[in-house]
């Protein structure tokens, strides 16, 4: 549990191959540039405590000519120094690069992820159309399997980040960019946006489940279930309100009359581990806190404060509950 | 300290004070005020009159929306969202009326747009009531107004969310309302 929390959101972690080259590269040039520092700061403090020569004002007596061997070898020798070392961290970079690029070339699963203020919207490619599956802010990746996450931006730039896993790269209105990498170590890892985009930029959070393939193509036939019929008269009164009311005009439910896409997809919503983008636990308590005033939990969201009636309030809850 | 540097610098403390008191563009409401409250549903019989007719005072959330960047750029985000769009065109109109130009069938004051978004209209203008929340529909009727000018230039946004051939909103000419209840305005 506590290692499960150490990685949780680090970039020195060795959870997927992308965040294990830019450690080997980070390790590479703290080592060389370490080297140097010392280096330089020995000869720097050497030659403050060295003692002044009889001839050291060479140039006041005409005798700067006079080099000295040793000097001039030194001198020779750290530059030689200076060089391989910027070689080294050139090679360094290109080799981490090329092994980061090459990743695009094996992708096994395509996702694409567009940015909205403030929550991310996840969908599953397939070649098959009945298969491609549509979620939110929640990421699940089969343990490795390249994947290949295209990025969009619905309205201003956003920066994709799961630390843990790999680097950052910016979703721009307009554009398409792309990011690779390699999952390989199970666990939960936390994104988080990286690029200022609002008022909610800081609740703009993305969790991302690296599971066996096994549990990644089970979790993948579940989402694709449509909603279930709400069993008891509480939920059904909530599916009502929620179908007929505010909420359709925005969220979508799959097997419901609701499938607006202003707003993040609800469809297994219970079945997430966390609420408005990162933004809450998943739970009974955060569920009514987040639909009764939504704008007290993430001031400036694009969902509304909606005025519920206290059972319209329970019977909401109580739908969204079932939806796992 | 002197007599005249400690003028100097109560001045400056009062410039500071009512320079910030005057940034009310920015100012955020992040949900109506008070809950629950509907849109002016009396008006609906004067409104709906074409060309205006007699209509009610002017509501006192109308300052609250009006004149206030952000609650235009969150209506220009639900114009877009909701399929204005799709009658309306950016403004332009289509299907549906222009909402560009000085021509208002049921009154331009910002409260009447709203209650228009509302209540819906004759001739396919749907009911919003209960679809939206009150606070979006008045940020919606705050951008539709801005559509022909209304707000003063700084709240505007120079950049219109969508695809545009047209000239920013920040430089669209003031459309004076022409509709009967000009006078209240």
């Known amino acids: ?324 | 300290m002197s007599l005249r540097s400690r003028k100097a610098e109560i001045l400056l403390i009062a410039t500071a004070i009512f320079t910030l008191a005057a940034c009310d563009r920015e100012e955020r409401h992040s949900r109506s005020k008070p809950l629950g409250e509907t849109v002016p549903s009396g008006e609906s019989p004067d409104t709906i009159i074409p060309g205006g007719g007699p209509s009610n005072p002017l509501d006192p959330r109308a300052a609250e929306y009006d004149n206030n960047s952000p609650a235009l750029a969150e209506g220009q985000f639900l114009y877009t969202k909701m399929n204005c769009v799709g009658c309306h065109a950016h403004g332009g109109g289509g299907m549906g009326p222009a909402l560009m130009d000085d021509k208002w069938r049921y009154g331009g004051r910002i409260d009447q747009i709203a209650a228009t978004i509302a209540e819906g209209r004759p001739n396919g203008m749907p009911s919003w009531r209960g679809k939206l929340t009150d606070d979006q529909i008045w940020k919606l009727a705050a951008y539709v107004r801005s559509l022909s000018g209304q707000p003063s230039k700084d709240v505007v946004s120079s950049r219109a969310d969508a695809m545009s051939t047209g000239s920013p909103q920040t430089l669209t000419p003031h459309q004076a309302a022409k509709s009967a209840d000009t006078a209240q305005q």
């Open chain 1, 1 to 324: 549990m506590i290692g499960s929390l150490q990685t949780y959101q680090s970039i020195f972690s060795s959870a997927a191959d992308e965040v294990r080259q830019f450690n080997t590269l980070l390790v590479i040039f703290l080592v060389v540039c370490a080297i140097m520092y010392t280096l330089v700061i020995a000869f720097l403090i050497a030659g403050i405590l060295r003692r002044r020569r009889a001839d050291a004002h060479v140039v006041e007596n005409g005798m700067h000519h006079r080099q000295n061997p040793l000097m001039r070898t030194g001198l020779i020798a750290w530059g030689s120094l200076v060089g391989v070392g910027l070689i080294a961290l050139a090679i360094a970079s290109f080799v981490a690069d090329r092994s980061l690029a090459s990743t695009s070339a094996h992708e096994r699963l395509s996702i694409t992820v567009t940015a909205n203020q403030w929550w991310w919207d996840i969908q599953y490619n397939s070649a098959d159309v009945s298969k491609t599956l549509h979620t939110a802010n929640e990421l699940h990746l089969p343990v490795g399997v390249p994947v290949r996450i295209t990025l969009h931006s619905n309205d201003v730039i956003h920066s994709f980040w799961v630390p843990s896993l790999a680097g950052k790269q910016d979703l721009i209105p307009g554009r398409e960019n792309d990011i690779t990498l390699v999952p390989r170590k199970v666990g939960i890892y936390r994104g988080q946006c990286a690029e200022f985009c609002g008022t909610q930029h800081a609740h703009m959070a993305l969790v991302v489940n690296v599971e066996p393939y096994a549990d990644f193509i089970r979790w993948w036939q579940h989402q694709l279930q449509p909603a279930v019929a709400p069993q008891t008269p509480l939920a059904l009164a909530g599916y009502i309100v929620v179908t007929t009311g505010q909420c359709a005009m925005c969220h979508s439910i799959a097997g419901t009359p609701a499938s607006a896409t202003v707003g993040p997809d609800l469809t297994h919503l219970a079945s997430r581990r966390s609420l408005a983008a990162g933004t809450l636990p998943m739970g009974k308590g955060q569920l009514y806190g987040w639909v009764a005033d939504p704008q007290s939990v993430k001031p400036g969201s694009k969902m509304p404060t909606i005025p519920l009636e206290p059972n319209q309030l329970h019977a909401v809850v109580a739908y969204l509950e079932t939806l796992k």
